[in-house]
């Protein structure tokens, strides 16, 4: 692998502290108790690097999301890890009866209605709901809902890579939310099959996911969905374009639950 793809990241590691630290630092000092709460810490710093990469972020993976999102998103969507809801960006409000943003960074949740009402979804009007939960949190999306099963399109965006135990969690959100012949799709960064490339992966993953707020660039994701009993249909393909030599790898997947 070239040194200067090794090293890329650098330049978005050093983007992302000049757009957060400052304002993470503020936020402690006005309320110092956050000291023993990190991880509310590693919130405020993530809400503030989403800003600055959200959109180039959604603008370089619009080409795979324009297709995948939009030809197989129906009835209740559930988008894990909404982040600022780009998602519903891609969704068709004729096919698509509710938009439902998991995203527990609070700190985002404005920016999810802002952009879900360019499309129609509001909560006023009943098509959208934000839950405040990670994707682990299964029992309470599920009563949240109103119940198991209810959903007809589960998507992940660029998520899986900062779920805790994310094989139990995915497992538990296909069998309880997931309708049987409901539809799972996701794009995700993953490991690389190269293993110069996934030398480097691991490498950088104990920095980058102090600044991303968990994200990790060493998780095989579409391996471990691919290998998941629950599907009739299951489908995984590359990034048109993408190169090899890349520490966001990323797949592309379309998996239908058995009825």
């Known amino acids: 692998m070239k040194i200067s793809a090794a090293l890329a990241i650098l330049q978005d590691l050093r983007f992302a502290i000049q757009a957060a ?25 993530m809400s503030h690097v989403w800003k600055l990469f959200g959109n180039g972020v959604d603008e370089n993976g619009r080409p795979v999301k324009e297709q995948l999102i939009r030809a197989n998103s129906h009835g209740v969507v559930l988008d894990i890890g909404a982040g600022h809801g780009h998602t ?15 995203e527990p960074n609070a700190l985002m949740h404005s920016e999810i209605r802002t952009l879900a009402a360019t499309k129609g979804f509001t909560e006023e009007a009943g098509n959208l709901a934000i839950l405040p939960y990670g994707a682990e949190h299964v029992s309470l999306i ?13 998507i992940s ?8 135990d994310p094989e139990r969690t995915l497992d538990a959100l296909v069998r ?25 992966q691991r490498f950088w993953t104990p920095i980058w996911k102090r600044a991303f707020d968990g994200c990790r660039l060493d998780r095989p994701t579409h391996v471990w ?18 190169e090899e030599e890349n520490l966001f790898w990323h797949r592309v997947g379309r998996f239908v639950k058995k009825d």
């Open 225 to 242: 969905v691919a290998k998941m009993d629950a599907w009739k249909e299951a489908n995984v393909w590359g990034k048109d374009g993408e």
């Open 142 to 154: 599920v009563s949240a809902l109103g119940g198991p099963n209810t959903v007809d399109t589960i």
């Open 21 to 45: 630290f400052v304002p993470t630092v503020v936020a402690v000092l006005k309320s110092p108790l956050l000291i023993i709460h990190p991880h509310e810490i590693s919130r405020i710093f």
């Open 176 to 200: 309880n939310v997931l309708k049987p012949g409901g539809i799972f799709v996701f794009y995700e960064h993953v490991l690389s099959h190269r293993d110069d490339v996934a030398w480097w």
């Open 157 to 164: 965006i660029l998520t899986l890579c900062s779920i805790p």
């Open 88 to 102: 519903v960006l891609y969704l068709d409000p004729i096919a698509v009866t509710k938009y439902v943003a998991l």
